[in-house]
DNA sequence: CAATAAATTTAGGTGTGTCTAAAAATATTG
DNA sequence: CAATATTTTTAGACACACCTAAATTTATTG
């Protein structure tokens, strides 16, 4: 039985609650792949700990003290990330699962330290903002969907929407990295397929889907 | 309930084995702060995956197989506790705890990755030696407790004997480091403490009990 | 070598996070 | 707005590592 730590639980009602106001049971339970009845469960040893507020068959939401937890342990598994891809030369499609365990390690000390060692990164390998100390993060970046992008725009591959191992491996196969310029050259009509130049001029296709989680920025139209 | 995982037994199992050839229950109970009830239990688990011999009120062997395992996490141990110290600059008295839970992360690629990342160390911040990728070190010193030294004799501090949190903030405030040099200036009859001198010409007192947990290297007499 | 002491194992129980199935509450819809 | 569908909760069990206490085995000693 894998069991599924308080902290990946404040973590889930986090990334639910930037979504819609309310967080169901439904939500919590698919995104942590358990059981309804288990995350009632636990809802209920999180409350009592003052972590979120939960009103039966209401739904849940943090409280200051949960969502400050729940920052703090993104904070983690992101510096995390960065130290896996930064320091020891992995991929951003392999770092996910070890970043997950690495997260619930030491306070805020080592957190502090790891941070000063990689530089204080802003972001992590897979575009996503890093929290800082106090939880906060200033993204002044603004980022579209790729599959906004019109043909002719010059764009700048920032972030993706999926960080599962398998669509991060699709991008690798395509050489889709961050920082990367493409030129948006033509929308199929049929299918919403994008077909995207790289520098060295060559040109291939994307799907709809694979673009609608590309986040990029507009470089120039 | 703090639970103590199959790796730690193992990883007792294996200091244990170096020390008497058989190992009860008794000592890896105490060790490993549990109950021998609790201890017996666990060896019929590890019995069945195949990494200890087990027979009951007899004693415990690592097998090949759990040999790997314990030397292996040994290696994630000391490697971290590197990792600790010379890169986010913690004192070598705080890393035992964090090594204690980092040890459970990933396997070979991880490891072997850190290990080159930190340039291959052969010794930990205790100058405990780092097995190799093959569970294999070669530790050419030749190191005797302090305690055995002669008045008169110049050492080389190598290694403690207790990495406890206690010993170790003890030492910190003797500013007692690894590769210290110390001449060992007297013995005292009456409860074998030692009188030593610093490079800068101070002179202090250890007891006999910090003398025996200090290894140190001879370097001349 | 029998009596006693010590170590080990077994028996039975606890706490925690999970599960399934049934009951209860809320939402949807004809 | 009543019937139906969906979501959530409760009830009852299971797995796991732990515990205490009792039974068993091994070791020590007079």
Known sequence: MQTISRENYLKA??????????????????????KPASVTSM?????????????????VQLTGEGK???LATLRKHRLWEVFLVEKL?????????????????????LTNRLDAFLGHPAFDPHGDPIPNALGKWKDGRNLVQASQAEPGSVVLIKGVLNSGEEFLQHLNTMHIQLGLQLIVVQRYEFDDGLVL?????????????????????MKQN
Not at 89 to 109: K, M, P
Not at 197 to 217: C, F, K, M, Y
């Open 197 to 217: 130049e790289w520098p060295d001029g060559r040109q291939a296709t994307i799907s709809h889907e694979t673009a609608q989680n590309l986040l990029v920025e």
């Open 89 to 109: 030369n992995f991929g951003w499609d392999v770092v996910h699962q070890w970043a997950e365990e690495l997260e619930h390690i030491g306070g805020e000390e």
């Open 13 to 34: 009602i986090l990334k639910l609650e930037g979504r819609a106001d309310i967080v169901s049971n439904q939500a919590l339970a698919d995104k942590l792949e358990t």
């Open 43 to 59: 809802l209920h040893k999180l409350a009592d700990e003052g972590w979120v507020k939960h009103e039966a068959y209401k739904g």
């Open 68 to 70: 400050g937890i729940a």
